[in-house]
């Protein structure tokens, strides 16, 4: 290896955690990882904002809780309440992801920047559902910001914001 020649290692698609190429499974998650290997930083940190969508998405509580850093964590949601929630917004999601139905979601227009152990992402999200059964169809701007800590991306902030219904 040259001078200056970073390594770049590998990423799991579910989870976000550093995982060797000769890997078949990933150590954390044990997602089968033979042909899903994520090579570059800002992968492993789609891999784990995608893995916090797809945890609502199954309704389960414990994937989100495994993308976030607890310790740190806060989020302005575009659900009420609108203001910064702190500690009680895992345990707000997860009285919503009892009630939560037919979730489907696309996400559009990625930007990753990294920058050493941070990172900021941005996307738009399209996501509809049922809630309580009400029907739901939101299309909202998201900015996302994660650390790294032994390897492993978690996220710190999340500002979910709906664009308005006019659009």
Not at 68 to 83: A, C, L, S, V
Not at 109 to 118: N, S, T
Request: charged share 30%.
């Amino acid at each position: 290896m040259e001078s200056g020649e970073m390594i770049i290692m590998p990423y799991c698609p579910k989870c976000g955690a550093e995982v060797s190429e000769s890997y078949n499974f990933c150590w954390r998650c044990g997602f089968s990882i033979r042909n899903f290997i994520v090579s570059t930083p800002e992968d492993a940190v789609r891999s784990v904002i995608i893995a916090r969508i797809e945890g609502i998405k199954s309704r389960d509580i414990n994937a989100v809780k495994r993308t976030i850093n607890e310790e740190n964590y806060t989020k302005f949601d575009d659900w009420p309440p609108f203001n910064r929630q702190e500690h009680d917004a895992l345990r707000r999601e997860a009285d919503a992801l009892r009630v939560l139905k037919e979730y489907n979601y696309k996400v559009d227009e990625w930007r990753i920047d990294i920058f050493d152990d941070a990172a900021v992402a941005s996307f738009i999200i399209n996501y509809n559902g049922q809630m309580r059964n009400r029907k739901f169809y939101i299309k909202s701007r998201v900015s996302v910001f994660l650390i790294r800590k032994n390897g492993e991306w978690r996220i710190v902030h999340e500002h979910w914001s709906r664009f308005p219904e006019s659009f």
